[in-house]
């Protein structure tokens, strides 16, 4: 395997050499696993997605250049899924089963191509939304992400000469390197990459993964990135996000349908997918109701994915679940995948080590955690809090309520109808800064 030197590539910056998006492959891996039951099921759904900055005080129209933005979201649109990508989606052993993927998807993708983008300015902010039919929408979150956020990183390191870039690169690999010395002392870990939304950049995720691949050995066990994971021969990691029951939320007609609406979606991502991808993340609209209402059925799913809650105090919550349902917690897994950085997986697996299984999927903490780093002591490389949510689906308005209050989304009229269905019970705002 080649190094790449990362430090003189950003110096030497080419678009046609480093474009951030460089192949529909780089996403992750569990938007192919809900766009294929999305084009399935739901094809004539029409949904918008729409950036949102929860970091307000980084104005980022003020930081990255328009021009740059629009380039780079117009060459993502320029791409379509190559032959060699097809045959490795379609051949490929995904969660130890052949033919993930079915043909008539497989060859759908062949078509594909990004819908068009609206951009504007407005309060030193980015309004950037993607709207049209959901199964094409869906597919622009990921790339917005990516390339936002290494568009800011490029702006911070603008000008910068080559031993300060050296010397900036050199201590975020040996700051990463100490924390993998120290997951090497956890003997059970798990761990897997879910940092391609708020990366630094292409390059340097593609040099965590490769650090973790080499220092963690069979521990790390893959990447939610698909094209990292093709090439790196990864497993690629994922299974379903908050976008399904939103949009299920969103098309619901009266309370009684909305109150149902998480369940729906499982019971219809059970019928397409089985074994370790039967994994609930039961946040979005609180799981203290989620959990409350949830059908028996679910005790037989592999796993929850807490997502919003303290990591500790989500795992609680689910274990307790299971054992009213008469489920050993010890046969079931938990992914702990929120904000998660050294010293809270530490924590967390010393917490629950014995009691359940264990996977953690360490995000932008991972791929773009660059604080102290700068010879100059500049902090515009610090993460910001950016998503890309749905926001409408089927002319209606999308609702995340999240176990922290802090990452609700939405229109507010709908959000306080949301809350009298679903309730308050366990939410509590604490801040966010990932």
Not at 95 to 122: C, H, N, T
Not at 171 to 185: M, N
Request: aromatic share 10%; glycine share 8%; proline share 5%.
């Amino acid at each position: 395997m080649t190094v790449t030197n990362i430090a003189q590539r950003t110096y030497d910056h080419n678009f046609r050499l480093d474009p951030i998006v460089r192949s529909l492959l780089d996403t992750d891996f569990y938007k192919l696993l809900m766009l294929q039951m999305i084009q399935h099921i739901h094809p004539h759904v029409q949904a918008t997605f729409s950036l949102i900055n929860r970091t307000h005080t980084v104005r980022l129209a003020e930081i990255i250049d328009e021009g740059e933005l629009r380039a780079q979201l117009d060459f993502a649109r320029g791409l379509r899924f190559t032959k060699k990508e097809l045959i490795w989606l379609a051949g490929n052993s995904f969660y130890g089963k052949q033919q993930m993927f079915s043909p008539d998807f497989i060859a759908w993708l062949g078509e594909f191509r990004l819908p068009p983008y609206e951009l504007g300015v407005r309060d030193g902010q980015y309004e950037l939304s993607f709207e049209g039919p959901w199964t094409h929408t869906t597919m622009w979150e990921i790339p917005a992400l990516a390339i936002v956020n290494e568009l800011k990183s490029r702006a911070a390191m603008q000008g910068r000469g080559k031993f300060a870039l050296d010397v900036l690169y050199a201590r975020a690999k040996a700051k990463l390197w100490e924390k993998v010395e120290r997951l090497r002392l956890l003997p059970d870990v798990v761990i897997s990459d879910f940092g391609t939304r708020r990366r630094h950049g292409f390059l340097w995720q593609r040099w965590c993964v490769e650090a973790l691949k080499e220092g963690l050995g069979d521990r790390f066990i893959g990447t939610s990135n698909v094209l990292l994971a093709m090439d790196a021969d990864l497993e690629a990691i994922g299974t379903n996000a908050h976008e399904l029951p939103m949009v299920a939320a969103a098309l619901a007609k009266d309370d009684a349908a909305l109150a149902r609406a998480p369940y729906q979606v499982l019971d219809e991502w059970q019928r397409h997918y089985n074994g370790n991808l039967l994994i609930a993340l039961p946040d979005a609209f609180g799981t203290a109701a989620f959990l409350e209402n949830a059908p028996a059925w679910l005790a037989n799913w592999t796993g929850f994915r807490p997502d919003s809650a303290p990591p500790i105090e989500g795992g609680e919550e689910i274990i307790r679940w299971w054992e009213q349902h008469g489920v050993d917690p010890r046969e079931k897994l938990l992914i702990f995948s929120d904000g998660m950085d050294i010293d809270t997986i530490e924590a967390t697996y010393r917490h629950f080590h014995g009691r359940v299984r264990m996977s953690f999927g360490w995000g932008t903490n991972l791929t773009n955690d660059f604080r102290g780093c700068a010879p100059d002591g500049e902090t515009g490389l610090e993460p910001i809090s950016l998503v890309c949510k749905v926001t409408e689906a089927g002319g209606r308005p999308a609702v995340k309520l999240s176990d922290n209050p802090a990452k609700t989304t939405g229109d507010p009229h709908e959000v306080a109808r949301y809350l009298k269905v679903f309730g308050e019970a366990g939410r509590a705002r604490s801040a966010v800064t990932v």
